[in-house]
C-alpha cells in the first residue's frame, strides 16, 4: 500500500488557497498565556475553517514560498485534545523547529508529516 495521497494534500491547497491566512502571533511574539514561550516562526489560522477546537484551522507559516509543505498532528494532554496545524512555505529547518516547539514538554507531543 502506497501510503501518500495526493488528494490529501490537495485538499489542504485548496483549503490554503480559498481560506485567508491571519497571523495572530508573529515571530517573536510571546505566547498570550506562556510567557516563556515565544513563537519562532509566525503562527495563525485560516479564516472561515474551523478545527478540533472550534477555531480556525492552526497554520505555521515560513519565509520560502507559501505553499503546503507539511503538517504536524499534535495531541496535547493539558487540554485534551488533538489537532492538526498546516505547514506553509516552511523550510526543513524551520519544519524542525515546528516539530521541536511541539515536543518541548511532557504535555504535549506531536508528528511532522512532510508532504
Given at each position: 500500500?502506497?501510503?501518500?495521497?495526493?488528494?490529501?494534500?490537495?485538499a489542504l491547497d485548496e483549503l490554503v488557497k480559498t481560506s485567508e491566512i491571519v497571523?495572530?502571533?508573529?515571530?517573536?511574539?510571546?505566547?498570550?498565556?506562556?510567557?516563556?514561550?515565544?513563537?519562532?516562526?509566525?503562527?495563525?489560522?485560516l479564516r472561515g475553517t474551523s478545527s478540533m477546537d472550534g477555531a480556525g484551522i492552526d497554520v505555521w507559516v515560513?519565509?520560502?514560498k507559501k505553499t503546503v509543505d507539511a503538517i504536524m498532528c499534535i495531541v496535547d494532554l493539558m487540554k485534551r485534545?488533538?489537532?492538526i496545524k498546516i505547514l506553509i512555505g516552511c523550510t526543513?529547518?524551520?519544519?524542525?523547529?515546528?516539530?521541536?516547539?511541539?515536543?518541548?514538554?511532557?504535555?504535549m507531543k506531536g508528528v511532522l508529516i512532510r508532504r
Open positions: 500500500m502506497n501510503d501518500y495521497n495526493e488528494e490529501f494534500w490537495d497571523v495572530d502571533r508573529p515571530k517573536g511574539s510571546i505566547h498570550p498565556r506562556f510567557p516563556d514561550f515565544i513563537y519562532r516562526l509566525d503562527y495563525g489560522y515560513g519565509s520560502g485534545d488533538s489537532e526543513e529547518e524551520e519544519k524542525m523547529e515546528v516539530y521541536k516547539t511541539h515536543n518541548e514538554t511532557q504535555y
